[in-house]
Protein backbone atom coordinates (compact mmCIF):
# COMPACT_ATOMS: atom_id res chain seq x y z
CA UNK A 1 0.00 0.00 0.00
CA UNK A 2 2.47 2.62 0.79
CA UNK A 3 4.69 1.36 -1.89
CA UNK A 4 1.95 2.26 -4.53
CA UNK A 5 1.18 5.34 -3.01
CA UNK A 6 4.93 6.67 -3.06
CA UNK A 7 4.51 5.56 -6.93
CA UNK A 8 2.13 7.78 -7.66
CA UNK A 9 3.84 10.67 -5.60
CA UNK A 10 7.18 9.69 -7.60
CA UNK A 11 6.26 7.56 -11.13
CA UNK A 12 9.66 7.85 -12.30
CA UNK A 13 11.96 6.95 -9.64
CA UNK A 14 13.17 3.33 -10.67
CA UNK A 15 13.89 2.51 -6.93
CA UNK A 16 10.35 2.84 -5.85
CA UNK A 17 9.51 0.56 -9.21
CA UNK A 18 11.77 -2.04 -8.38
CA UNK A 19 11.19 -1.78 -4.60
CA UNK A 20 7.09 -2.72 -5.66
CA UNK A 21 8.42 -4.97 -8.18
CA UNK A 22 9.44 -6.96 -5.76
CA UNK A 23 6.71 -6.98 -2.92
CA UNK A 24 4.29 -7.81 -5.83
CA UNK A 25 6.82 -10.85 -7.29
CA UNK A 26 6.86 -12.14 -3.15
CA UNK A 27 3.24 -12.08 -3.51
CA UNK A 28 2.97 -13.83 -6.63
CA UNK A 29 1.59 -11.12 -8.70
CA UNK A 30 4.12 -11.82 -11.31
CA UNK A 31 2.37 -10.10 -14.65
CA UNK A 32 2.29 -6.55 -12.34
CA UNK A 33 5.89 -7.29 -10.92
CA UNK A 34 7.17 -7.90 -14.28
CA UNK A 35 5.74 -4.17 -15.68
CA UNK A 36 7.24 -2.60 -12.83
CA UNK A 37 10.74 -3.68 -12.97
CA UNK A 38 10.33 -3.36 -16.96
CA UNK A 39 9.25 0.16 -16.14
CA UNK A 40 12.70 0.51 -13.40
CA UNK A 41 15.05 -0.86 -16.27
CA UNK A 42 13.37 1.76 -18.65
CA UNK A 43 13.90 4.31 -16.15
CA UNK A 44 17.72 3.63 -14.86
CA UNK A 45 18.97 0.59 -17.60
CA UNK A 46 21.83 0.18 -15.96
CA UNK A 47 20.31 -1.20 -12.96
CA UNK A 48 21.44 -4.58 -12.76
CA UNK A 49 19.92 -5.95 -10.30
CA UNK A 50 16.06 -4.48 -11.75
CA UNK A 51 17.52 -6.22 -14.96
CA UNK A 52 17.95 -9.47 -13.23
CA UNK A 53 14.63 -9.54 -11.24
CA UNK A 54 12.82 -8.34 -14.56
CA UNK A 55 14.26 -11.75 -16.28
CA UNK A 56 13.22 -13.93 -13.41
CA UNK A 57 9.85 -12.08 -13.66
CA UNK A 58 9.60 -12.58 -17.30
CA UNK A 59 10.42 -16.47 -16.28
CA UNK A 60 7.79 -16.40 -14.47
CA UNK A 61 5.49 -15.37 -16.70
CA UNK A 62 6.85 -17.52 -19.95
CA UNK A 63 8.92 -14.86 -21.89
CA UNK A 64 11.61 -17.48 -21.84
CA UNK A 65 13.80 -15.27 -24.56
CA UNK A 66 13.22 -11.70 -23.19
CA UNK A 67 13.87 -13.39 -19.74
CA UNK A 68 17.36 -14.67 -21.07
CA UNK A 69 17.79 -11.21 -22.47
CA UNK A 70 17.74 -9.44 -19.08
CA UNK A 71 20.02 -11.94 -17.06
CA UNK A 72 22.75 -11.79 -19.61
CA UNK A 73 22.73 -7.78 -19.40
CA UNK A 74 22.46 -8.52 -15.43
CA UNK A 75 25.79 -10.77 -15.89
CA UNK A 76 27.45 -8.30 -18.35
CA UNK A 77 26.90 -5.67 -15.59
CA UNK A 78 28.11 -7.14 -13.02
CA UNK A 79 30.37 -9.96 -13.63
CA UNK A 80 30.59 -13.13 -11.27
CA UNK A 81 27.34 -12.96 -9.16
CA UNK A 82 26.01 -16.00 -8.49
CA UNK A 83 22.31 -15.57 -8.09
CA UNK A 84 22.35 -13.86 -11.66
CA UNK A 85 24.62 -16.62 -13.15
CA UNK A 86 22.68 -19.42 -11.27
CA UNK A 87 19.26 -17.89 -12.81
CA UNK A 88 20.52 -17.59 -16.39
CA UNK A 89 22.22 -21.23 -16.40
CA UNK A 90 19.01 -22.59 -15.21
CA UNK A 91 17.33 -21.20 -18.19
CA UNK A 92 19.59 -21.21 -20.95
CA UNK A 93 19.57 -25.25 -19.68
Excluded: Q
Excluded at 17 to 24: D, E, K, S, Y
Amino acid sequence: MVLSMAKLLEPEKASIRAALGRALFMSGKMARARREFAKAVHINPSDDWAHFALGLACERTGERTRAIGHLKLAIAMRPGNHDYERALRRLAG
